[in-house]
Structure formats: structure tokens, C-alpha cells
T-cell receptor, first 115, second 115 residues
Framework: QKEVEQDPGPLSVPEGAIVSLNCTYS??????FMWYRQYSRKGPELLMY????GNKEDGRFTAQVDKSSKYISLFIRDSQPSDSATYLC???????????????FGSGTQLTVLP | DSGVTQTPKHLITATGQRVTLRCSPR?????VYWYQQSLDQGLQFLIQ???????AKGNILERFSAQQFPDLHSELNLSSLELGDSALYFC??????????????FGPGTRLTVT
């Protein structure tokens, strides 16, 4: 079983829809949670970053973390065709000392927003 | 543009050969990370360097090695290449300390094809 599970999709929605992307994880020690967007054959782009449980909003994007359920979500409001990409969740342990910061990624969800 | 640069963009080489991938981190970032992305394995952490020293190691093969130089650029060396090493190789960087050190910014990647 992978540490981080993510539905690969593909997910196809009409323009303007609300998109919900999710990941589950098994390691309860994960404390930092990120969402990356990756366009085809490009480098992942950091979208959202949250620490521990709670919500964080940035424009049309909202990230939610539920540590009790080991479940994280990314919501995209008023989706646009330019949002079509692969979305990767990533997470990291918290290190009280030292500088190790490796990320464990989900497999990514491919999203297409249709005009 | 994340500010992380990688060269070359594409590399085609034969089995058994050795290649070197180069990465320059964002200005001011002390940590450099290397990741491998393949279709079957997704995005996998290889190794992290912080200010010239190795800090974390993932599933990096013994045939692979890396280093970070005094000017903070990093090189990933891949030797005795096999067909299965064909993948996208990404470099990422982050600041040295604090909560923001968990935010990793990725370069555009090097696409390696082993024939």
C-alpha cells in the first residue's frame, strides 16, 4: 500500500464547475501538506501549502486538511480551461531539528476543464 | 518561472553510459532536492542537499550520486544507465529553515531517454 493515495482520474468538468480533488494517506506523522499543479511535461508548480489540520484559501483555490481522517482536499471554484493539468498532492513529516524536508507525492489526478 | 534552472532540457544516451544533470536553485535557497518522475512510479524523492551536505536520502540507486557545490548549484550523476532510468528528473529548492522550508519550488526538469 502506498503512503499517499490519489485517484488518477481522469476528471472532466465543464467550465465554471467546482472541482474537488482528494488524497488519503496512511502515515499519521505527516504534518505539512501541499498541492502542486503540473502541466504536461513541465515542472510541478506549488499551489497551496498548509500545516496540520484546517482550511486555507487563496483566490479560487481552497485546501482542506483533516488529520483525524488522514484526508486532504483541494477545491477549485469557477474552474477555467487553463486549470486543465495534473494535480499532485504532497506531504512531509515535521522535523523538530535538522533540515531534511523530503516530500511524498500522490500519483496525481488529471483534470480537464471543458469550455 | 520558479527561479530554479536545470540543464540540459533533454538528454538521449545509450545503455551503460554516464550522464550529469545540473541544477541551479532559486537565489537564496540553501536546500536542493532531486526527484525522478516516471509513468509507473510517479514522482519519487531521490536525495536532498543542504548547504553542501547531504540531508536526506530516498530510493536512490547506488548507480546514482549527487553533490552540491559551494555556489549551491547541484549535479546529479547517473551511471551504468539502463532503459528503466528513462524518466523526467526534477530539481527543487527551498529556503534553509523555518516553516517556509517545506515549500519546494521545482525546475523545468531534464528528460532523459536511454536507448
Amino acid at each position: 500500500q502506498k503512503e499517499v493515495e490519489q485517484d488518477p482520474g481522469p476528471l472532466s468538468v465543464p467550465e465554471g464547475a467546482i472541482v474537488s480533488l482528494n488524497c488519503t494517506y496512511s502515515n499519521s506523522a505527516f504534518q505539512y501538506f501541499m498541492w502542486y499543479r503540473q502541466y504536461s511535461r513541465k515542472g510541478p508548480e506549488l499551489l497551496m501549502y498548509t500545516y496540520s489540520s484546517g482550511n486555507k484559501e487563496d483566490g479560487r483555490f481552497t485546501a482542506q486538511v483533516d488529520k483525524s481522517s488522514k484526508y486532504i482536499s483541494l477545491f477549485i471554484r469557477d474552474s477555467q480551461p487553463s486549470d486543465s493539468a495534473t494535480y499532485l498532492c504532497a506531504m512531509s513529516l515535521a522535523f523538530s531539528s535538522g533540515s531534511a524536508r523530503q516530500l511524498t507525492f500522490g500519483s496525481g489526478t488529471q483534470l480537464t476543464v471543458l469550455p | 518561472d520558479s527561479g530554479v534552472t536545470q540543464t540540459p532540457k533533454h538528454l538521449i544516451t545509450a545503455t551503460g553510459q554516464r550522464v550529469t544533470l545540473r541544477c541551479s536553485p532559486r537565489s537564496g535557497d540553501l536546500s536542493v532536492y532531486w526527484y525522478q518522475q516516471s509513468l509507473d512510479q510517479g514522482l519519487q524523492f531521490l536525495i536532498q542537499y543542504y548547504n553542501g551536505e547531504e540531508r536526506a536520502k530516498g530510493n536512490i540507486l547506488e548507480r546514482f550520486s549527487a553533490q552540491q557545490f559551494p555556489d549551491l548549484h547541484s549535479e546529479l550523476n547517473l551511471s551504468s544507465l539502463e532503459l528503466g532510468d528513462s524518466a523526467l528528473y526534477f530539481c527543487a529548492s527551498s529556503v534553509g529553515w523555518g516553516d517556509r522550508s517545506y515549500e519546494q519550488y521545482f525546475g523545468p526538469g531534464t528528460r532523459l531517454t536511454v536507448t
